[in-house]
Nanobody, 121 residues
Framework: QVQLVESGGGLVQAGGSLRLSCAAS????????LGWFRQAPGKEREFVGV????????YYADSVKGRFTVSRDNAKNTVYLQMNNLKPEDTAVYYC??????????????WGQGTRVTVSS
């Protein structure tokens, strides 16, 4: 069993930055990839980025590449999503998930409760 708790969401102006955190706990968390997804109102959940616990390899959606960075702190069992140059279209509820590293939501077994990010124009 893996528990995930996101934090760090809020309201920011376009062009600003936010850093989301995902605190992970559970006996086997180090064997999973940690992914970030988002869901805007009226839209389907979409992939943002993912990192592997062991090698730290990352992969991003084209829509956020160059603006968002996923990183991890193994000692704290925490994964971060640094979001720079935010745009109004980045407004969504952001979720972290643990599972097989993949851009596909179905590959993830565990999900956090989500944290809301609102970007004003």
């Amino acid at each position: 069993q893996v528990q995930l708790v996101e934090s760090g969401g809020g309201l920011v102006q376009a062009g600003g930055s936010l850093r989301l955190s995902c605190a992970a706990s559970g006996r086997t968390v180090s064997s999973y990839g940690l992914g970030w997804f988002r869901q805007a109102p009226g839209k389907e959940r979409e992939f943002v980025g993912v990192i592997t616990w062991t090698g730290g390899s990352t992969y991003y959606a084209d829509s956020v590449k160059g603006r968002f960075t996923v990183s991890r702190d193994n000692a704290k069992n925490t994964v971060y999503l640094q979001m720079n140059n935010l745009k109004p279209e980045d407004t969504a509820v952001y979720y972290c998930a643990a599972g097989v590293p993949s851009p596909v939501a179905g590959a993830y077994d565990y999900w956090g409760q989500g944290t809301r990010v609102t970007v004003s124009s």
